[in-house]
């Protein structure tokens, strides 16, 4: 069965960095592209960005530019993403979810999130 | 990349139908038929419920649909139920591998 498993909750100061893993098991880890998303406390969902596992093409929102990276390492099946500068508005449960899909020259197909991680809260405070 | 817009709130009773809208922009919404809709409990990971504008991963209850006019797309859910109190988030394709999520909306189920 498809697993989305994250690592841990982590506690980080302001101006520090927190990389955010998302192991992927129970299909073939380059046919789907993995995004990451975030939600603050008592607040809504925000794409941060995208990743092709299988060529390691991203795009990120504009919003996360210069700030956020996502990675990937295609021997373990995992997806990072690793946030720069943090502040605390920064505080969020970060999720990856799998698109089950594909988008190409603007034509999509099942373009929505099939399978979520469980979250990683990251805290951002003095 | 602003995000969509939702009402904040939405209520219904048990059996009615409640209809809550998703507002973007041609740049989103309106540009693309590839609206989602998520579903999410209070400590849960969203849960699809609408797929490009109106279709439904199998699993999901037909009294959940979806439309689109112009840059508006709509969510409606028929005979109400108690589970179905949960937030809910419109998210659109907004091109080159973009994507935006509404502000979401809290349904309550009086």
């Known amino acids: 069965q498809v697993q989305l498993v994250q690592s841990g909750a982590e506690v980080k100061k302001p101006g520090a960095s927190v990389k955010v893993s998302c192991k992927a098991s129970g299909y073939t880890f380059i046919s789907y592209y993995m995004h990451w998303v975030r939600q603050a406390p008592g607040q809504g969902l925000e794409w941060m960005g995208i990743i092709n596992p299988s060529s390691g093409s991203t795009t990120y929102a504009q919003r996360f530019q210069g700030r956020v990276t996502v990675t990937r390492d295609t021997s373990t099946s995992t997806v990072y993403m690793e946030l720069s500068s943090l502040r605390s508005e920064d505080t969020a449960v970060y999720f990856c979810a799998r698109l089950r899909g594909y988008c190409s020259g603007g034509y999509c197909e099942n373009y929505y999130f099939d399978y979520w991680g469980q979250g990683t809260l990251v805290t951002v405070s003095p | 990349q602003s995000a969509l817009t939702q009402p904040p709130s939405a209520s219904g009773s048990p059996g009615q139908s409640v209809t809550i809208s998703c507002t973007g922009t041609?740049?989103?919404?309106?540009?693309?038929?590839?609206v989602s809709w998520y579903q999410q409990h209070p400590g849960k990971a969203p849960k699809v419920m609408i797929y490009e504008v109106s279709k439904r991963p199998s699993g999901v209850p037909d009294r959940f649909s979806g439309s689109k006019s112009g840059n508006t797309a709509s969510l409606t859910v028929s005979g109400l139920q108690a589970d179905d109190e949960a937030d809910y988030y419109c998210?659109?394709?907004?091109?080159?591998?973009?994507?935006?999520f509404g502000g979401g909306t809290k349904l309550t189920v009086l």
């Open positions: 041609s740049s989103d919404v309106g540009g693309y038929n590839y």
């Open positions: 998210s659109s394709y907004a091109g080159s591998d973009n994507l935006v």
